[in-house]
């Protein structure tokens, strides 16, 4: 079993930073797709970005490409988000999800292939 711990958020104004973390522990996947997905006030969950390890280039939605970065630290299994240059629109629950092998581009976006998530975490921006 794995288990996903998402973190980080908070309230921002316009043109601000801040980081997610979204930690995996239980068991090890030698292979995995992590996405960050998000649903603001009234919407439909959308896709953020993925990462599907190494080798691979993160897949990034165009409303945050150049603004939002997706990292990983191996040592201690856990991912960032790092979103600078914060808009409004950016304001919604923000999910981390986790499944044990590498999808391939197509299907990243589609949260219903992820087997494991965090909890949401909020993420406001407003001046």
């Known amino acids: 079993q794995v288990q996903v711990v998402g973190s980080g958020g908070g309230t921002v104004q316009p043109g601000g930073s801040l980081r997610l973390s979204c930690a995996a522990s239980?068991?090890?996947?030698?292979?995995?797709?992590m996405g960050w997905f998000r649903q603001g006030p009234g919407k439909e969950r959308e896709f953020v970005v993925a990462?599907?390890?190494?080798?691979?280039?993160?897949s990034y939605a165009d409303s945050v490409k150049g603004r939002f970065t997706i990292s990983r630290d191996n040592a201690k299994n856990t991912w960032y988000l790092q979103m600078n240059s914060l808009k409004p629109e950016d304001t919604a629950v923000y999910y981390c999800?986790?499944?044990?092998?590498?999808?391939?581009?197509?299907?990243?976006?589609?949260?219903?292939?992820?087997?494991?998530w965090g909890q949401g975490t909020q993420v406001t921006v407003s001046s």
């Open positions: 239980g068991r090890t996947l030698s292979t995995y797709t």
């Open positions: 999800g986790l499944v044990g092998s590498r999808l391939i581009l197509s299907r990243v976006r589609d949260g219903g292939n992820y087997d494991y």
């Open positions: 990462h599907r390890g190494y080798g691979s280039s993160p």
